[in-house]
Antibody, heavy 121, light 106 residues
Framework: QVQLVQSGVEVKKPGASVKVSCKTSGYTFTSYGISWVRQAPGQGLEWVGWISAYNGNTNYAQKLQGRVTMTTDTSTNTAYMELRSLTSDDTAVYYC??????????????WGQGTLVIVSS | DIQMTQSPSSLSASVGDRVTITCRAS??????LNWYQQKAGKAPKFLIYAASSLQSGVPSRFSGSGSGTDFTLTITSLQPEDFATYYC?????????FGQGTKVEI
């Protein structure tokens, strides 16, 4: 079965960087894209960006452009999301999701358990 | 970016009720509309894609409809396990966006 297992809680100071990992199993890693979605405390879901596990192409949410980098390691079937210059507004649970595709309709089919990132001085 | 607006933001309902949630896109997105359910402290669960196609294993009391800019999620005969927050999400644009969520509570 498809599984996405994320790294643990991170506590960072303002201005620091964080790198969250998402180790996948149960499917052919390079056949599906990975999106990252975050959720601030008590708030809704916010799409952070997407990476093709096939060729590394990326799309990032405009508000995070320049601060976020997504990568993959096909040798370990793991996706990574790095966010730099952290502020308290980046405090959130970060989810990785594996896309599904039916006749060109893309959706977030499988989700990791989430990684809490806390930014606090 | 395509803006997604859900209404209402929250609603109160009882077991057995019929519930309808609306999602409106800021531009036409054809049928590139998905729905998710999220319970407190859990990752979202994928329910519906292409506006009306049920993910395998999702109970048939869930249904979706719409195209263009206006979409609905309907839950017929609400069950105790359906109390949760529901999100719509567009996949028309490569820059995905979610609605702000609708909390269904007792």
């Amino acid at each position: 079965q498809v599984q996405l297992v994320q790294s643990g809680v991170e506590v960072k100071k303002p201005g620091a960087s964080v790198k969250v990992s998402c180790k996948t199993s149960g499917y052919t890693f390079t056949s599906y894209g990975i999106s990252w979605v975050r959720q601030a405390p008590g708030q809704g879901l916010e799409w952070v960006g997407w990476i093709s596990a096939y060729n590394g192409n990326t799309n990032y949410a405009q508000k995070l452009q320049g601060r976020v980098t997504m990568t993959t390691d096909t040798s370990t079937n793991t996706a990574y999301m790095e966010l730099r210059s952290l502020t308290s507004d980046d405090t959130a649970v970060y989810y990785c999701t594996r896309e599904g595709d039916t006749s060109g309709y893309i959706y977030f089919q499988h989700w990791g358990q989430g990684t809490l990132v806390i930014v606090s001085s | 970016d395509i803006q997604m607006t859900q209404s209402p933001s929250s609603l109160s309902a009882s077991v057995g009720d019929r519930v309808t949630i609306t999602c409106r896109a800021s531009q036409s997105i054809s049928r590139y509309l998905n729905w998710y359910q999220q319970k407190a402290g859990k990752a979202p669960k994928f329910l519906i894609y292409a506006a009306s196609s049920l993910q395998s294993g999702v109970p048939s009391r869930f249904s979706g409809s719409g195209s263009g800019t206006d979409f609905t999620l309907t839950i017929t005969s609400l069950q105790p396990e359906d109390f949760a927050t529901y999100y719509c999400q567009q996949s028309y644009s490569n820059f995905r966006t979610f609605g702000q969520g609708t909390k269904v509570e007792i």
